[in-house]
Each structure stands twice: as structure tokens, then as C-alpha cells.
């Protein structure tokens, strides 16, 4: 069983940046795209970003494409979010995502492809 565990998030004034970083314990995540998602008050949890197990392959959300950043470090099984020129439509509680399958092919956006999640950060952006 796995476990991670979100911080990093908080309130920020617009334009601002937060890095969000999501530690994993349990087991070694090093062969599973991990990913983001974030739900809004109201809303349902969406898509922000993933990384693929390597690491060279990223990919986004369109909405966040040029502000977000992930990132991993697989010696320490983290996988961190760098957000950056934040807008108040990025408020939500973000959550961290393991892939339910080791070493998949294909890319890894819907809720159903991912089988591990953290508890969630809040980050709330003010205008």
C-alpha cells in the first residue's frame, strides 16, 4: 500500500508561485506516472498535469500549459508541482496521483488510470 502525502500549498496574491510537493512511502513509485489534479469548490476533479515514470515525458492540462511545471526524484519518491503566474481560477485543494499501472504505454489523464491518492493541499489565489 502506498501513501503520499501533498504540502506546499497556502494563499497567494495573483502573479505569485507555490511549489507543491508530494512525498510517497509504502513502496517504491519509480516505474508509475504520477500525477495532478485539482478540484474547485463545486467542480469535479480534474486533470493538471503528469510525468511519466523516466521522467522525460510530461504533459499538461491546456488550461495550465506554460505555468505549471512537474517535476520527480525517484531516489526520494517524490514528485513535486511548481505553479507560477497563479490565477484566482487555479483555487482548488490539489491532489497527488499514483498511476494503478506500472510502466504504462499510454498517457495517464483520467481519474480511473490513477489507483493512489494523497489527502489534498489547498491553494487559494486572491485577485
Known amino acids: 500500500q502506498v501513501q503520499l502525502v501533498e504540502s506546499g500549498g497556502g494563499l497567494v496574491q495573483a502573479g505569485g508561485s507555490l511549489r507543491l510537493s508530494c512525498a510517497a512511502s509504502g513502496r517504491t513509485l519509480s516505474s508509475h506516472t504520477m500525477g495532478w489534479f485539482r478540484q474547485a469548490a463545486g467542480k469535479e476533479r480534474e486533470f493538471v498535469a503528469a510525468?511519466?515514470?523516466?521522467?522525460?515525458?510530461?504533459y499538461y492540462a491546456d488550461s495550465v500549459k506554460g505555468r505549471f511545471t512537474i517535476s520527480r526524484d525517484n531516489a526520494n519518491n517524490t514528485v513535486y508541482l511548481q505553479i507560477d503566474s497563479l490565477k484566482p481560477e487555479d483555487t482548488a485543494v490539489y491532489y497527488c496521483?499514483?498511476?494503478?499501472?506500472?510502466?504504462?504505454?499510454?498517457?495517464?489523464?483520467?481519474?480511473?488510470?490513477?489507483?493512489?491518492w494523497g489527502q489534498g493541499t489547498q491553494v487559494t489565489v486572491s485577485s
Open positions: 510525468i511519466r515514470w523516466s521522467g522525460r515525458s510530461t
Open positions: 496521483a499514483a498511476d494503478r499501472r506500472p510502466g504504462r504505454l499510454t498517457y495517464a489523464t483520467s481519474l480511473a488510470d490513477f489507483g493512489s
